[in-house]
């Protein structure tokens, strides 16, 4: 299997750098293909142009990072997004990446009766969010609205028609103490040491 990995934070020594090493060796373990694109290291640019926008609507996308992602992800079995939570959210990048690499005409279209989207990335069989934040669980989902289930879950995935959507949630990451944040990588590379 072919796992593409969507990864989006600045800092090499943060808990989602650990992640990605956990998740990318349980997948290897696992014998399947990692087509890492890292978008901090890549210089991804997260900013709609006004040529972008209209290469959007033309469903021809001009930037050759954009073509470039975009090519890899018509190759993946499964997608997996990594990235922290920062203001409720996901930092720009990742919000760029589904802005300009998440387009029409290559990730989806437009049903052709008008209603609804088709999904277009045939090899995709699912799509994992793995993301971190300092918030308890709790707090999140009642106070702020589970906002990443609602924006990249329901909002962006299901509504192109994919299927098989996972969100992994890790919470209060500065608080908890160092054994249980080796336990969640040992178990996460557990996990993907049985993905298929």
């Given at each position: 299997m072919r796992v593409a990995i969507v990864f989006n934070h600045p800092y090499e020594g943060s808990y989602n750098n650990a992640?990605?090493?956990a998740v990318t060796k349980g997948l290897k373990n696992a014998d399947h293909e990692v087509d890492l694109m890292h978008l901090?290291?890549?210089?991804?640019?997260?900013?709609?142009?006004?040529a972008d926008l209209k290469a959007f609507v033309e469903h021809k996308p001009i930037d050759p990072q954009v073509i470039d992602y975009s090519e890899r992800l018509k190759k993946a079995d499964h997608l997996i997004f990594i990235f922290p939570i920062?203001?409720?959210?996901?930092?720009a990048m990742t919000k760029g990446f589904i802005d300009r690499v998440l387009s029409p005409g290559i990730v989806y279209d437009h049903h052709p009766r008008g209603f609804g989207l088709v999904p277009l990335l045939?090899?995709?069989?699912g799509v994992t969010v793995i993301t971190t934040?300092?918030?308890p669980k709790i707090m999140y989902s009642l106070l702020i609205g589970n906002l990443?289930?609602?924006?990249?879950i329901k909002s962006v995935f299901k509504t192109m028609g994919y299927k098989n959507l996972k969100w992994i949630s890790y919470n209060m990451v500065k608080s908890v103490s160092q054994e249980k944040r080796v336990k969640w990588l040992t178990?996460?590379?557990n996990r993907f040491s049985k993905f298929n």
């Open positions: 992640i990605l090493d901090d290291n890549d210089g991804f640019n997260p900013v709609m142009s006004k920062w203001w409720d959210l996901m930092p045939k090899n995709l069989k934040m300092n918030k990443i289930k609602k924006a990249m178990d996460i590379e």
